[in-house]
């Protein structure tokens, strides 16, 4: 069935700022569909750290995207286009969004929507696209990363890294990860990964060096002085995946490893891609990771659920790098 309304409530910033400068509306029109498109009625939508860069003006939509916040949700599509399948009408599914996911509608182009894995609940279901299909297309799609190879993972208790720490532990792949605090190693430590490092105790360049001789993938959100540092302890032929610079994009560095090493240096970013890129991203979480999801053998860390009302709590929440996992916005 169509929304039964034409206004629906979101969550805007009017201006860039801080959490505070977020707000709940109940006068923003529900979106417009398109012919490849359907409208999803949003039970939940997880919360990321693009949102907080768009929020304080560093990360502006894609041309034609919405400009509320939100990359990820769960809910019923209530409304298909024209050459939409009708069948998926009052299907409950978790889909990834350029943009608009705060909101109680969203629309999404065909090629991102996904059925809800077996034993997840709709509200749960929001937190898996977007650190899904970061991770998949990162370390399988662009690294190639397969068994019997060694992985780091820095910002290991994001959820980008829990996710990573738990494909890679169902796929049997030596995990490391670095973590900040004493609560995050804990949590780590009891998912039984190879290591795990707390940076601010130990220096993860000379752990490697000295214990592993080297690993072959890097996810890294870090940047700044990380980016020596990887290089350095990557094994010939190894490669690493830059997602974010929470340290900073510019760097002195020595790139003569990089040569010596034949390694492999690459950047990612998912929002601009195109419907065809995310689909094929797609397909192959429903056929490889699904499985896992629904056996147990991939589990979601979800650290909090916030009503959406307590948004501007939310985001101090992962500013302030509190959480352990994902975090989630129920309409």
């Known amino acids: 069935m169509v929304a039964p309304k034409i206004k629906m409530k979101a969550i805007l910033h009017k201006e860039f700022g801080g959490p505070e400068v977020l707000g709940v509306t109940n006068d923003v029109e529900i979106p417009q569909i398109e012919k490849h498109e359907v409208l999803i009625q949003v039970h939940a939508a997880g919360i990321n750290r693009p949102d907080i860069l768009q ?34 009408l009052n299907t409950k599914v978790c889909a990834l969004v350029p943009g608009g996911g705060y909101a109680e509608f969203v629309k999404c182009h065909t090629s991102t929507i996904l059925p809800i894995p077996k034993g997840i609940s709709i509200i749960d279901a929001c937190t898996i696209p977007e650190t899904f299909f970061t991770v998949w297309t990162n370390l399988f799609d662009q690294a190639k990363l397969k068994q019997g190879e060694t992985l780091l993972i820095h910002g290991g208790a994001s959820g980008i890294g829990l996710t990573a720490i738990s494909i890679a532990l169902a796929m049997q792949i030596k995990c490391i990860a670095t973590v900040g605090s004493d609560e995050k190693y804990k949590y780590l430590q009891d998912l039984g990964l190879e290591r795990v490092i ?16 080297g690993v072959d993938v890097i996810l890294d959100m870090v940047g700044g002085d990380y980016f020596q540092k990887n290089i350095n302890v ?98």
């Open 55 to 88: 929020r304080s003006g560093g990360y502006p939509p894609p041309p034609g995207a919405s400009e509320i916040l939100g990359l990820e949700v769960s809910g019923e599509i209530v409304d298909v286009g024209e050459d939409v399948n009708k069948n998926l």
């Open 198 to 213: 707390n940076y601010n105790l130990e220096d993860f360049e000379s752990i490697i060096k000295n214990e592993y001789k």
């Open 234 to 331: 990557l094994n010939r032929l190894g490669r690493l995946l830059n997602i974010a610079y929470l340290k900073g994009s510019k760097v002195e560095v020595n790139l003569l490893p990089i040569m010596l090493k034949r390694l492999t240096v690459s950047g990612s970013t998912l929002r601009i891609r195109s419907n065809d890129e995310k689909k094929l991203i797609a397909d192959n979480l429903k056929k490889h990771i699904w499985p896992l999801i629904e056996n147990g053998n991939i589990k979601l860390h979800i650290d909090q659920k916030f009503d959406y009302e307590n948004v501007k709590k939310a985001h101090q929440y992962m500013e302030n790098n509190k959480n352990i996992g994902k975090l989630l916005l129920k309409f």
